[in-house]
């Protein structure tokens, strides 16, 4: 089992920048993909960015060039740096990891961070 946890979600104005932290515990060897999703009031979970345990990214095409995903395998932690940010990134934060690397499904997901960009 896998716990996630989030942070720094906050309010920013549009063009400001936030940085989002994940950081996992629990059963972290087994090089899990991760990624971040967002979802706002009345709409599904939207994927943002993933990262495979070596470090390959996707991103969706709304954040490219905006945001950039990393990890730090070794403080089992992942980061979204989220530049330019825009009123429609508005939303919920939510970090998630697969059970392992061969695993597409996320299984395992945080609480959620709210990310506010006022215009």
């Known amino acids: 089992q896998v716990q996630l946890v989030e942070s720094g979600g906050g309010l920013v104005q549009a063009g400001g920048s936030l940085r989002l932290s994940c950081t996992a515990s629990?059963?972290?060897?087994?090089?899990?993909?991760m990624g971040w999703f967002r979802q706002t009031p009345g709409e599904g979970r939207d994927i943002v960015a993933t990262i495979t345990w070596r470090g390959t990214t996707y991103y969706a095409d709304s954040v490219k060039g905006r945001f950039t995903v990393s990890r730090d395998n070794a403080k089992n932690t992942m980061y979204l740096q989220m530049n330019s940010l825009k009123p429609e990134d508005t939303a919920v934060y939510y970090c998630?990891?697969?059970?392992?690397?061969?695993?597409?499904?996320?299984?395992?997901w945080g609480q959620g961070t709210q990310v506010t960009v006022s215009s």
């Open positions: 629990g059963r972290t060897d087994s090089n899990p993909r």
């Open positions: 998630a990891a697969t059970k392992n690397a061969v695993e597409v499904r996320y299984d395992y």
